[in-house]
């Protein structure tokens, strides 16, 4: 069955430690790839988005993802995390004949010690 | 250029009423999308609207039903509410242009509370 996976519900992370956010996709095809920001109280907002091409993407805020198609992956991180990154996180697929339809993963919350 | 707007922020309800909540989307933006938000089921897709007409529908019952209007504006409604229908209801639009992916711009959500 098509699937996305968040393996960590949780993280903790102190502030201005690295961070990896790990997805995993189970999908015939390579699908769209994006990564979700919520904030407590918000809707989402998009960090970044991975549909071909380079396998590094450079979003807002200094993220970074990382699509590997061996493993069907694509990992969000951050180099040094700020309190303000204290938030829930989305992976999410689109299947390119799909229309406008997004699967997101269950998510991972983010807790900063500061 | 204004984000989307959700209307009412909040709404609580009782079992068996019905509901309507209102999207409009990014201006020049034709498609909208409706996904419920619960602790136990995540974020799932409701339907989208494109030009007043519905190209997609995730897997929910027919109490869950949407509209769009000529200006893009879209609703949607429960009828016969369940306790189980309180989530967070957001509503998400695009250009929608046929053949493309275009990035979805969420709303802040309504929250809706069935006692």
């Known amino acids: 069955a098509q699937s996305v996976t968040q393996p960590d519900i949780h993280i903790t992370v102190s502030e201005g430690a690295s961070l990896e956010l790990r997805c995993n996709y189970s999908?015939?095809?390579?699908?769209?790839l994006f990564w979700y920001v919520q904030s407590p109280g918000q809707g989402l907002q998009l960090l970044l988005k991975?549909?071909?091409?380079?396998?590094l993407v450079q979003g807002i805020k200094g993220f970074e993802a990382e699509f590997k198609r061996s493993q069907s992956s694509f990992n969000l991180r951050k180099p040094s995390v700020h309190w303000s990154d204290a938030a829930e996180y989305f992976c999410?697929?689109?299947?390119?004949?799909?229309?406008?339809?997004?699967?997101f993963g269950g998510g991972t919350r983010l807790m900063v010690k500061p | 250029k204004a984000g989307v707007t959700q209307t009412p922020r909040y709404l609580i309800k009782t079992r068996g009423q019905q509901v309507t909540l209102s999207c409009s989307p990014i201006?020049?933006?034709?498609?909208v999308s409706w996904y419920q938000q619960t602790p136990g089921q995540g974020l799932q897709f409701l339907f989208e609207?494109?030009?007043?007409?519905?190209?997609n529908k995730g897997n929910f019952p027919g109490r869950f039903s949407g509209r769009q209007f000529s200006n893009s504006r879209s609703e949607m409604n429960v009828s016969t509410l369940e306790l189980g229908d309180s989530a967070l209801y957001l509503c998400?639009?695009?250009?929608?242009?046929?053949?493309?992916?275009?990035?979805?711009?969420f709303g802040p959500g309504t929250r809706l509370t069935v006692l």
């Open positions: 998400a639009s695009s250009s929608g242009l046929a053949g493309r992916w275009d990035t979805q711009y």
């Open positions: 201006s020049g933006h034709r498609s």
């Open positions: 991975y549909f071909s091409g380079d396998t």
């Open positions: 609207y494109f030009s007043e007409t519905q190209r």
């Open positions: 999908y015939g095809a390579t699908p769209y």
């Open positions: 999410a697929v689109a299947l390119w004949d799909a229309g406008n339809m997004l699967t």
